[in-house]
């Protein structure tokens, strides 16, 4: 796909250079040159390696596992594609790391989304591009445009293809009801919320299932799939309730810690995760995943903001 000019460069972060790859090959476009190193002390170095003067830059880098290092290097990506005289520089952010700090709920605690926000603004973006935050008011906390791209339609799509019988979306929180509730009235399946309780500790507990499993193909969809108790704790709901069929589809694979383990005991027959985030291919194979590449969607964003057409009407 030919973007309209020549006024168009490409970088890629390390954190995800697969995923950059992908996007340059949809728009039929290199990926830009640019140095990226650590000193001996572990400190981020980067230089642009073409003239970038005047140009609408975009820096590909999802900011997670390892977080700080990734958002780090992203900041000084942006500073110098600032000082080097680049027209317009976007972020493309697939995994926008640090969304779950998006507010005090505890006394003394920082509201870490808002900083994060804050310093990509300071280090010189004038624009964010992201996938599927974890709350969309976090869009509020940036004072540049932010075009909030969401991977269901691509997620959708692939459900579709897996023609489910009695299908129902299940949210496996009541946070996530309006998510689950998008997807099952555009794949006009049932909908299913699981009632959860945290314990103090950060682990949650299934209390009741509201909604008929009985011989349903569900398929648990949230964003991000971390640690996956919650994983756990709605599949052997579901089953007990008397599903047949049971499957996730999360936007973000962030798999940390346990999560390998337990989504091994929660007996998932397939797992759809988006590609915003890296995932081993032993991962893969281990846990059933299947990697659903994201790249067009981002390409096609990417398009439409270099030639000031509308993103939005990507989802319509």
Not at 39 to 52: A, H, L, P, V
Not at 191 to 200: A, F, P
Not at 230 to 251: E, H, M, N, P, Q
Not at 291 to 296: D, F, G, Q, R, T
């Amino acid at each position: 796909m030919a973007l309209r000019g020549v006024d168009i460069k490409i970088f890629s972060g390390q954190a995800h250079t697969a995923l950059a790859r992908e996007i340059v090959r949809h728009l039929d476009l290199p990926l830009g040159d640019v140095k990226l190193t650590r000193f001996s002390d572990g400190e981020s170095y980067c230089q642009f390696r073409e003239n970038i003067r005047g140009t609408d830059v975009f820096i590909i880098q999802p900011t997670s596992t390892p977080a700080n290092e990734n958002l780090m290097e992203l900041l000084i990506m942006l500073d110098a594609a600032k000082r080097a005289s680049a027209d317009r520089i976007t972020a493309v952010i697939p995994y926008y790391g640090y969304a779950r700090q998006d507010r005090k709920d505890k006394p003394r605690v920082p509201i870490t989304s808002k900083l994060v926000a804050d310093l990509l603004t300071t280090a010189g973006a004038d624009r964010i591009l992201v996938i599927d935050l974890h709350a969309p008011a976090i869009q509020a906390f940036f004072d540049i445009p932010v075009d909030h791209l969401f991977a269901g339609p691509v997620l959708m799509e692939e459900i579709r293809k897996m023609k489910l019988e009695n299908l129902a979306v299940v949210s496996p929180d009541a946070g996530g009801v309006e998510r689950a509730r998008a997807y099952a009235k555009r794949l006009e399946a049932d909908l299913i919320i699981v009632d959860k309780r945290r314990s103090g500790d950060g682990t949650s507990e299934v209390m009741h299932v509201i909604g008929d499993a009985r011989e349903k193909s569900c398929v648990i969809v949230d964003d991000i799939i971390a640690t996956a108790g919650t994983v756990v704790g709605t599949s052997k709901a579901l089953r007990a309730a008397g599903a047949r069929r049971v499957l996730g589809c999360f936007s973000h694979g962030v798999l940390a810690g346990p999560a390998m383990e337990r989504i091994a005991e929660a007996r998932l027959e397939e797992l759809l995760i988006t590609n915003t985030i890296p995932i081993p291919d032993e991962r893969i194979q281990q846990a059933h995943i299947r990697s659903v590449n994201i790249a067009p969607l981002l390409g096609e964003a990417i398009n439409r903001i270099h030639n000031n057409s509308s993103v939005s009407s990507l989802f319509q």
